[in-house]
């Protein structure tokens, strides 16, 4: 049971460049997310998803986008790098129902130069 | 929407002796409050969590205590030891009808220091 995966661990990008950032979870929750953490600070929502089909936007959706057509996965796209979306990316999933909590993936360490 | 926040924002320990570490909440709709550890460079990785129908839980060092009228919780860690050293961040979520509890907001993170 590997839990929730993320792909690719590091990563480094130039400016105006494309990539997705991939997250598959093995555990049938129906909810998944997309997190970033800027280095000391806390964990900002980007996207989430309530099902295959369903995603809505977190507080910081803007240079990003996903999609969910399966319930295993989520990936998260950026479409033109900027040096303000270096940070590092986790990916969660969970029940969504009271007290169920999230699991993290091991995050995406992503650099953008 | 929900505001988190967490306090102190760092703190440092003896070894052995207990830590504490703070958060409000603003939304009175707010029913599940976990905390997670976050180690340097890993996950965050949840360590004990609370429901609202419920004021204090434990499990071995670690509780969680919670005020829903002063909208406030508490982590507290007695008996520190070295492996505690890791930031800590609270979390508040409310139901939202038909979807469950779909969003947790974080508070801003404690670094936790034990002192050997």
């Known amino acids: 049971n590997a839990g929730v995966t993320q792909t690719p661990k590091f990563r480094i990008l130039k400016i105006g460049q494309s990539m997705t950032l991939q997250c598959a979870q093995d555990m049938n929750h129906n909810y998944m997310y997309w997190y970033r953490q800027d280095p000391g600070m806390g964990l900002k929502l980007i996207y989430y998803?309530?099902?295959?089909?369903?995603?809505d936007k977190g507080e910081v959706p803007n240079g990003y986008n996903v999609s969910r057509s399966t319930t295993e996965d989520f990936p998260l796209r950026l479409e033109l790098a900027a040096p303000s979306q270096t940070s590092v990316y986790f990916c969660?999933?969970?029940?969504?129902?009271?007290?169920?909590?999230?699991?993290f993936g091991d995050g995406t360490r992503l650099s953008i130069l | 929407g929900e505001n988190v926040e967490q306090h102190p924002s760092t703190l440092s320990v003896q070894e052995g002796d207990s830590a504490v570490i703070k958060c409000t909440y603003s939304d009175s709709a707010s029913n599940y409050f976990p905390w997670y550890k976050q180690e340097l460079g890993k996950r965050p990785q949840l360590i004990i969590d609370?429901?609202?129908?419920?004021g204090e839980k434990k499990d071995q060092r670690i509780a969680v205590t919670l005020n829903k009228t002063a909208k406030h919780f508490s982590l507290h860690i007695t008996e520190t030891q070295p492996e505690d050293s890791a930031v800590y961040f609270c979390a508040a979520s409310k139901p939202r009808l038909g979807f469950g509890n779909e969003k947790l907001t974080f508070g801003t993170g404690t670094r936790l220091t034990i002192i050997p």
């Open positions: 998803s309530v099902g295959a089909g369903i995603t």
């Open positions: 969660a999933s969970g029940q969504g129902r009271e007290g169920q909590p999230q699991h």
């Open positions: 609370i429901r609202s129908n419920v």
